[in-house]
């Protein structure tokens, strides 16, 4: 966690292969990439970004992070949220 305000927290994380599907019931989430590309996979299209590109995943939207090299990612969403969603 970089950062706190109001009810939201600013996240960093390397990433590299595929996280789980999963959706978080009562928050957005939004995903800015530093460097390098992240698809984010959602159950009707994916979603690819590259440094300096974002996209907010809408509460309650099942969806699976995957970065098939190692990406630097800032992530804001609401505090306490967890990074598994409702699973």
Known sequence: ?????DNYQVKAAKMKGEFMWHSHNDADELFIVVTGTLTICLRDREVILNPGECFVVPKGVEHKPVAHEEAHVLFIEKAGTVNTGDK
């Open 1 to 5: 966690i970089l950062a706190q305000f």
